[in-house]
């Protein structure tokens, strides 16, 4: 089974250090992959899509406020 893509390569890279898999495993599946160039990823994943810019905001409100005027309480009767 030859190794497909980068990913694949750190993962089996991973196995071996951990000791999952034999050396000779690994460098049989890295020779297989010849030296050719791999894409980062075989099947990139469907949520990856381009991030939406922020709307613009429009002119920055002032940092002092305005407080309203009271009102004269209700009368009541």
């Given at each position: ?13 991973e196995l071996l250090v ?9 460098e049989e599946w890295n ?47």
């Amino acid at each position: 089974m030859p190794i497909k893509s980068k990913a694949q390569r750190r993962k089996f890279a991973e196995l071996l250090v951990e000791g999952k898999i034999s050396p000779e495993t690994f460098e049989e599946w890295n020779r297989a992959a010849g030296k050719a160039e791999l894409p980062e990823r075989l099947h990139p994943k469907a949520g990856a899509k381009p991030k939406r810019r922020a709307k613009s905001k429009g002119a920055p409100k002032s940092k002092t406020t305005v407080k309203k005027a009271s009102r004269p309480p209700r009368k009541r009767g």
